[in-house]
């Protein structure tokens, strides 16, 4: 079983940064594919990027492509996902997942096996 905390949301202007955390407590952490889903209200839970086990691969969806940095750090059992030039329709609540799958065949959240409760990032205009 993994547990996944997700940490670092909040209130930002438009145009303004967050960083998000995910600490996972599995020893088998760098075994894992992570990834980061967006859920705004009112709509279904997206994809927003995933990385591979080994931090070598990077996938964004086109939305946050060039405004997002997903990143690991297998040390400290952690993903982060760096949020720049941040738009008031990045406001959702943010969820960080796991999955033995490779990290380019995420694209939906269907099948993750792992998910934290979620962080809330809500973005004024």
């Known amino acids: 079983q993994v547990q996944l905390v997700e940490s670092g949301g909040g209130l930002v202007q438009a145009g303004g940064s967050l960083r998000l955390s995910c600490a996972a407590s599995t020893r088998t952490f760098s075994s894992y594919s992570m990834a980061w889903f967006r859920q705004a209200p009112g709509k279904e839970r997206e994809f927003v990027a995933s990385?591979?086990?080994?931090?070598?691969?990077?996938y964004y969806a086109d939305s946050v492509k060039g405004r997002f940095t997903m990143s690991r750090d297998n040390a400290k059992n952690t993903v982060y996902l760096q949020m720049n030039s941040l738009k008031p329709e990045d406001t959702a609540a943010y969820y960080c997942?796991?999955?033995?799958?490779?990290?380019?065949?995420?694209?939906?959240?269907?099948?993750?096996?792992?998910w934290g409760k979620g962080t809330l990032v809500t973005v004024s205009a």
């Open positions: 990385i591979s086990w080994s931090a070598r691969n990077t």
């Open positions: 997942a796991a999955d033995l799958r490779s990290a380019s065949s995420i694209s939906l959240p269907g099948g993750m096996r792992y």
